[in-house]
């Protein structure tokens, strides 16, 4: 498989002299064609931090980024904004949909950006709203339809224009735990079935036991990583086990 993420010697700062705060350390990181990595780690560890600079909506003090064999670092804006539309997906812990479009328009909504034929929009919204469950409220509109469903709406925007790269940050957050089931099950069978390459940002260890690998980071640096091998519940209690270890409040996790 080859690598759609290279990231290295990731080093992020700020302020400055007398009043410096470093929010990552020199960090190396490779996420292959259909992997599902998770990103954990204690609150101030980095993880949004991180996520913010490979999304491209921060830039890192030094260090480089290659997605999909582009070097985003040395991008100006204007390439920067196309690289967005057309080669990452977001799925954001509010949702971030338009309540005065449909959930059919919120999900078209990159395709039109990116003038998409007609038809093309059409069949692509068919397939993903049958895989994700939502062909049923694609008239509604967001206001009327439950959090999972939103959360669902949002994943499919995100994969609609079939990204590099899917970047999920805190994507249950939102949700009870049933409607989290639901998206972590799609987000799963997502990357197993269409080989889908998802980063997921997660305080929350039953989240992150739908990965295949997960990045611990603490005090901005690399911590540890693991690679789930058996069950996922033998995966989340590995997890857990190694949140204790790295301190914070976990509590909720458990």
């Known amino acids: 498989m080859e690598n759609v993420l290279i990231a290295k010697n990731l080093k992020k700062v700020y302020g400055s002299r007398g009043n410096?705060?470093?929010?990552?350390?020199?960090?190396?990181?490779?996420i292959k064609e259909g992997e599902f990595v998770g990103i954990m780690g204690p609150s101030g560890a980095g993880k949004t931090t991180l996520l913010n600079i490979i999304s491209t909506i921060d830039k890192p003090t030094s260090g480089t980024i290659t997605i999909d064999g582009d070097?985003?670092?040395?991008m100006?804006?204007?390439?920067?904004?196309?690289f967005r539309r057309n080669k990452l997906g977001f799925i954001f812990q509010a949702?971030?949909?338009?309540?005065?479009?449909?959930?059919?328009?919120?999900?078209?909504l990159p395709?039109?950006?990116?003038k998409v034929n007609h038809k093309e929009i059409e069949t692509r919204v068919s397939d993903i709203a049958d895989t994700l469950g939502i062909k049923e409220i694609l008239n509604k509109y967001p206001y009327e339809v439950s959090g999972g469903q939103k959360q669902r709406?949002?994943?499919?925007?995100?994969i609609i224009n079939k990204p590099t790269l899917i970047l999920a940050d805190e994507p249950t957050g939102a949700l009870d735990s049933k409607s989290s089931q639901e998206l972590l099950q799609c987000l799963s069978d997502l990357n197993e079935n269409n080989k889908a390459t998802i980063m997921m940002v997660?305080?929350?260890?039953?989240?992150?036991?739908y990965c295949k690998r997960i990045l611990f980071i603490k005090d901005g640096k690399l911590f540890t990583e693991l690679v789930r091998g058996g069950s996922r519940k033998d995966f989340f209690q590995k997890i857990?086990?190694?949140?204790?270890?790295?301190?914070?409040?976990?509590?909720?996790?458990i």
């Open 111 to 114: 395709l039109a950006l990116s």
């Open 71 to 74: 070097n985003i670092v040395k």
């Open 153 to 158: 709406t949002a994943a499919a925007r995100a």
């Open 95 to 108: 949702f971030n949909l338009l309540d005065t479009l449909t959930i059919k328009e919120n999900i078209v």
């Open 202 to 209: 997660t305080h929350d260890a039953f989240a992150a036991s």
């Open 240 to 253: 857990l086990d190694i949140l204790k270890a790295l301190g914070g409040d976990n509590n909720d996790l």
């Open 76 to 82: 100006n804006e204007d390439k920067l904004s196309s």
């Open 20 to 30: 410096v705060y470093t929010a990552l350390h020199d960090i190396d990181l490779e």
